[in-house]
């Protein structure tokens, strides 16, 4: 995909399409194949968090450094998704409506489902956080640096995967 | 009186032994007129018969001497002779005599001398015979029985006082041959003495006893009498001393003693007991003095008029309170109370009651008013702690949502911020400045409600034991100060054990430093001249730790120092003001205190006082 248009509008169709590399014109043979290599989805992670500013905003940034994004706005629909089985790694927000994190991450283990999952959420003091939180990959307080989930998920050495369409 | 008991108990008294020698006197007296009346009676009746009998007699011997005078004139030898005349004259005297007032006249010739009668009794003639041998013999009288009858006899000498009568009787008795003046015989003459001797008997008997009777009859009534009253009062006196006896134990054994005073209120009399005695209250130098003699201290002058005014008025009084040293020189509180006296006419005789040591009494009411002081201030102490916890709780949870919510845009800029400043990388666009702002601005906004909720974090804090130094040392390398600032430890407390919660004082220090930084780099560049030097000193004594925190910085305004402490309140333009309070906080939490001086150009010390272990205040709030 090659364009003239700004960045911003790049940006967003490319997250809006499943784009999977972006190519900035002109570019060079090097550029092109540092692209495709970038292309190769690294793994499918799902965002599982009830504010949508906060997952379209993340979204993008795990998308340009190589990794499949599905996301659920709900405990319930993050369940349904990772009942397929095609999801290599879990970015869990602690506190959703109804169902929360916690009940999430509790049923997978129930279920003997559990998939490698970096846990969430805007309050680092909260008592079941702290409890579940060895369990896990890692914690990320909110607002966290994108450079340290960056880290946290490439330290996980997801499977690269097929692509998932 | 009633009871053989009681005789016995009489006739041992005083006045019983008494009424036994009266009845004795009263024999004695008795005995002695009675025999006296006997003596008078028995003389008055002797003599009068006595007269009688001499009155007869000497008729009978004028009859016979003027009958022998005319025998011998006239020669009548044919006659009877004289003493024939005699024996007929008595004969006829002796009839002529009524039978109640007889006298039996007698006369009887001299035993062996044949004259006359014969003696009729041994008596008779025993005193005829006597008669006889005496040179000038006397009449002699007396008592006795004859025939079975008492009598009165006197018997008088006969003697041969004629010459005639002599003649006749030589005449008649040739062989017994006779002289003038010679003892013929004697005249014995009895008067009959039963029924005067029964009477006098019985007279005396009568005066005797009704004498004795009457005598004793008012004498006992005077001992029985007398014995009551003297029973009377000798219970009277049992009564007093038992009383005596029982209020003296009474006061010996109260912790209460009593007092008197006179008309005058004198101290009159002081009772002894262990408590009286140890507070010199019973020494005599007080007796006879007023009560303001002695009574110095322990009360004031409006006590002191009223109580004046109550004994004034003759009133009882209650309460009155004074001080006064015991014998150990110690300090003693006293209570008086009392009420006057007056007489059966009414007069005003003086106060007694009672005084009591109520010194321990003093020392609990003065104990309870100070532990319900501390009781109050403590509960005043814990009720504004639960109401500033109940506060900031209220607060926590506000601050939490909002912080929770701010928390989630926050990230979607950084997210977002992120993923421009690559894509401007990689066209090579220049936002580097921009975004950095950005990131600044939401790191601002992140701290801030990391404050705010760390100041609003209410949760009980969790003791662990640690060494101090060395807890504090970690600590400190832990933080990044900037390159200009000298950061110097003095630590003192090595091996110093305290009990805190590491995490929540790791907090103080963070914020205790990073303020020291920011006033030291404030300074820096200005005229100040001095270097910009944090100095972190320990030390330990008396349970408590003290961390101190020195800088060299500008110092705090006086005007700005108070408030310090008050959420909120920041002087600088990007500070959230909660640094400090959420420091004392934490510090009061564990039981400390936190105190800061600072001098204008000087710098600034911040003083931090820990327990070593959890203090009560704590524990109970």
Not at chain 2, 132 to 143: C, I, K, L, N, Q
């Amino acid at each position: 995909m090659m364009t003239g248009y700004s960045v911003e509008q790049l940006v967003a169709q490319a997250v809006d399409n499943g784009a999977l590399g972006i190519l900035r014109k002109p570019f060079n043979a090097a550029d092109l194949l540092t692209a495709v290599d970038n292309v190769k989805p690294r793994g499918i992670v799902l965002i599982a968090d009830d504010d949508p500013l906060f997952t379209e905003s993340i979204m993008p940034v795990l998308a340009a450094h190589g990794y499949h994004v599905e996301t659920a706005g709900t405990g319930e629909e993050a369940l349904q998704k990772l009942s397929s089985g095609e999801i290599d790694c879990l970015l869990l927000d602690v506190r959703m409506p109804v169902l929360s994190g916690i009940e999430v991450y509790q049923r997978l283990r129930e279920a003997g489902r559990l998939v490698p999952t970096i846990l969430v959420t805007g309050h680092a003091s909260d008592e079941e956080t702290r409890k579940l939180c060895p369990m896990t990959q890692g914690l990320l307080i909110k607002p966290f640096d994108p450079a340290a989930l960056l880290r946290a998920v490439g330290e996980l050495s997801l499977p690269a995967h097929r692509h998932p369409r | 009186m009633g009871g053989a008991r009681e005789v016995k108990l009489f006739l041992r008294s005083r006045a019983g032994s008494a009424f036994l020698r009266f009845m004795l006197v009263c024999g004695l007296l008795s005995a002695g007129v009675t025999y006296g009346f006997y003596r008078l009676s028995l003389t008055s009746f002797t003599a009068n018969k006595g007269e009688e009998k001499i009155t007869a007699l000497q008729l009978v011997e004028a009859f016979v001497a003027n009958y022998s005078n005319l025998r011998s004139e006239l020669g009548a030898d044919k006659a009877p002779v004289p003493a024939s005349f005699r024996a007929h004259s008595i004969e006829l005297f002796n009839k002529a005599r009524d039978a109640d007032n007889v006298l039996r006249l007698r006369w009887v010739g001299r035993p062996g001398h044949f004259i006359g009668t014969p003696p009729t009794d041994a008596a008779m003639a025993d005193a005829i015979e006597a008669f006889s041998v005496e040179a000038d013999p006397r009449p002699r009288a007396g008592f006795l029985t004859v025939g079975g009858q008492q009598v009165f006899r006197t018997i008088y000498p006969s003697f041969a006082s004629q010459q005639s009568c002599v003649d006749c009787h030589n005449k008649l008795q040739p062989e017994e041959h006779w002289q003038l003046a010679e003892l013929m015989g004697a005249f014995s003459i009895d008067a009959p003495a039963g029924p005067f001797l029964h009477s006098l008997y019985l007279q005396c008997l009568g005066i005797g006893l009704g004498l004795f009777a009457a005598m004793g009859g008012i004498g006992l009534a005077i001992s029985v009498l007398h014995y009551r009253q003297l029973a009377e009062r000798e219970a009277a006196q049992g009564r007093l001393k038992e009383s005596e006896t029982r209020f003296r134990d009474f006061a010996e054994v109260s912790s209460d003693w009593f007092w008197e005073q006179d008309a005058n209120l004198h101290i009159s009399f002081v009772s002894e007991n262990e408590v009286s005695r140890n507070l010199q209250a019973t020494n005599a130098s007080q007796l006879g003095k007023t009560r303001w003699e002695i009574v110095t201290r322990g009360f004031t002058e409006e006590q002191r008029r009223v109580h004046q005014a109550d004994l004034d008025a003759r009133r009882p009084f209650q309460r009155f309170r004074f001080q006064r040293d015991n014998a150990d020189g110690q300090l003693r509180h006293v209570e008086l109370n009392g009420k006057p006296v007056f007489d059966s006419a009414g007069r005003f005789k003086g106060y007694r009651g009672t005084a009591r040591d109520i010194t321990a009494e003093i020392a609990n009411e003065i104990e309870l008013g100070r532990r319900v002081e501390e009781r109050t201030a403590e509960l005043r102490l814990i009720q504004g702690e639960l109401l500033r916890k109940e506060r900031l709780s209220t607060l926590g949870q506000f601050t939490a949502t909002v912080a929770h919510e701010l928390r989630n845009p926050l990230s979607a800029i950084r997210n977002t911020v992120f993923s421009i400043a690559e894509t401007a990388a990689a066209r090579g666009l220049k936002l580097d400045r921009p975004l950095a702002r950005l990131e600044r601005s939401i790191e601002r906004c992140d701290r801030l409600i990391a404050d705010l909720l760390e100041y609003t974090r209410v949760r009980e804090i969790q003791r662990v034991l640690l060494p101090l130094d060395e807890w504090l040392g970690e600590v400190l390398d832990e933080q990044k100060l900037p390159e200009s600032v000298t950061l110097k430890r003095d630590f003192a407390a090595p091996s110093v054990q305290v009990s805190l919660d590491p995490e929540r004082l790791r907090r103080v220090v963070i914020n205790l430093v990073d303020n020291a930084s920011q006033a030291l780099t404030e300074v820096q560049g200005a005229a100040s001249g001095r270097e910009p030097v944090l100095t972190v000193i320990t030390s330990a004594a008396g349970g408590m730790v003290r961390l101190r925190f020195d800088d060299t910085g500008p110092g705090i305004a006086p005007d700005v120092l108070p408030k310090v402490f008050d959420p909120l309140f920041s002087t600088r333009s990007f500070g959230t003001g909660l640094g400090l309070p959420t420091v004392r906080q934490i510090v009061e939490q564990h039981g400390g205190a936190i105190e800061i001086a600072s001098e204008v150009g000087h710098g600034t010390s911040v003083l931090v006082t820990l327990p070593l272990v959890a203090t009560l205040t704590e524990l109970t709030a």
